[in-house]
């Protein structure tokens, strides 16, 4: 279970700078820096719902 425990500390960290960042630049959602956050928040939150998915499949 280490890499589930991996992927949820990644999510909480993306999580935490992706609100950070959104703050930062005045809750303007279209800026780039914020789209690349919340584009790599989206992906690791996917590798986790595939990882759940294929242990709930075994």
Do not use: H
């Not at 609100?19 to 789209?35: F, G, M, P, T, Y």
């Not at 996917?46 to 499949?57: D, P, S």
């Amino acid at each position: 279970m280490a890499e589930l425990e991996d992927l949820l500390k990644d999510i909480d960290k993306l999580r935490e700078s992706l609100q950070s960042l959104i703050e930062k630049k005045q809750w303007n959602l279209v800026d780039a820096e914020v789209v690349a956050a919340s584009k790599a928040l989206n992906f690791a939150l996917n590798q986790y719902n595939k990882f759940l998915q294929e242990k709930i499949g075994e």
